[in-house]
């Protein structure tokens, strides 16, 4: 079965098309960068509109990339929930007119599920340094969720069976990563050009407060806010001349005690389950650091997706896709977008 799955949900104007959940055709991903970059940020009506202007040619190049005709496709799938209101409208009402058009199912999916589902895509079938992908039989495993939006520990009992075990308690992961770049003035996005400079930076320049959450009730969640003010706050002190250190120090420095707080919580949360698989998804999993910190844990079987699939693409949404359509749900025609997490149970007693 081939599945289109449109991605609109934020900045990323995506398309794909893929073979029975696991074989990626396809995958057109637009950036809207360079119309939010002079915000810092991602502005909501932008975003939407540039959707509207760019939906329908990135989806016809999935398809013509894909080497296939709009008849060869059996069904589309497409995110609704969560993101920005607007956003998803356009790529939901998209997929709709387009299932409704050719008369094949659609359905409508989490993108945060679908980050985690990442993995199981194979990007290149002539390539065999692709991800080995996760089997049914690999369930249940650890899913660390990292964006622009979104910090989630959670346990993975299936594509769709996922009990959420600890999250952000106030800012994203990538959101802190986003706004320290936007005060620094380092530049945007705010997760890779951090990311690059740390390399040149000294972690150790300036020593970073973790947050001190209530252990018993928070062992599995994190904060960021805390973090994000005393980078902040760094700045006029460390604008004063005589300042020995570089802006890739507050970089490095930045950047692991964020990994720090992120892997406190996960370790936590590994421990107490047992389970030593631990899957990544979500911009944020395409940071360097983060992926070699956890590649050095030889007691835990880390898998990343390849880091074109980290950050929003329409091949995931096509993926998990074709998990639910393959069970022979479908979505109706008046089910609306949400700006809300919708796919998860809720938190462990
Ligand atoms: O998943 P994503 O593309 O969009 C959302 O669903 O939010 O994640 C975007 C986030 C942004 O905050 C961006 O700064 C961050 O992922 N990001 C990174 C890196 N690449 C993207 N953060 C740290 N290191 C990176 N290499
Ligand atoms: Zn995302």
């Not at 996922?162 to 990538?174: K, R």
């Not at 002190?237 to 570089?246: G, V």
């Not at 096509?318 to 796919?343: D, F």
Request: proline share 5%; net charge neutral; aromatic share 10%.
């Amino acid at each position: 079965m081939r599945v289109l799955g449109i991605e609109t949900s934020c900045d990323e104007c995506a398309a794909a098309v893929v073979e029975n959940g696991e074989i990626i055709l396809s995958n057109i991903v637009m950036t809207q960068i360079p119309f939010h970059a002079p915000w810092s940020g991602v502005v909501p009506e932008i975003a939407s509109r540039k959707h509207i202007e760019w939906i329908y040619a990135v989806a016809k190049e999935a398809i013509e990339k894909a080497g296939l005709s709009v008849e060869s496709i059996n069904a589309v799938a497409v995110t609704s929930s969560p993101g920005l209101l607007g956003s998803l409208l356009v790529g939901l009402t998209f997929a709709k007119a387009f299932a409704w058009a050719r008369n094949i199912p659609y359905i409508a999916v989490d993108h945060m599920l679908a980050h985690l589902y990442a993995p199981r895509l194979m990007t290149d079938l002539s390539n065999s340094q692709f991800p080995v992908p996760i089997q049914k039989s690999g369930y249940p495993f650890l899913g660390l969720l990292v964006s622009g939006g979104h910090t989630i520990i959670c346990k993975a009992d299936n594509f769709d069976d996922i009990t959420v075990l600890g999250t952000t308690i106030d800012d994203a992961v990538g959101e802190a990563f986003d706004k320290v770049a936007k005060y620094y003035s380092f530049g945007y996005p705010g997760g890779t050009v951090i990311d690059k400079m740390a390399n040149y930076g000294n972690s150790e320049a300036f020593h970073f407060p973790m947050p001190s959450l209530h252990k018993g009730d928070h062992r599995y969640d994190v904060s960021y806010s805390g973090l994000k003010n005393a980078v902040i706050n760094q700045l006029d002190l460390f604008k004063k001349k005589k300042n020995p250190h570089t802006n890739e120090d507050i970089a490095a420095s930045f950047q692991k005690t964020a990994v720090d707080i992120l892997l406190r919580a996960l370790f936590n949360a590994a421990e107490d389950t047992g389970l030593t698989t631990i899957v990544a998804g979500g911009g944020v999993a395409a940071n360097s650091y983060l992926r070699s910190r956890l590649s050095r844990q030889t007691h835990l079987h880390c898998i990343f997706p390849p880091i074109e699939l980290c950050g929003d693409n329409g091949a995931m949404i096509a993926g998990i896709g074709y998990q639910y359509l393959a069970r022979g749900e479908t979505s109706p025609l008046n089910l609306t977008a949400s700006a809300k997490v919708s796919g998860f149970k809720k938190k462990y007693p």
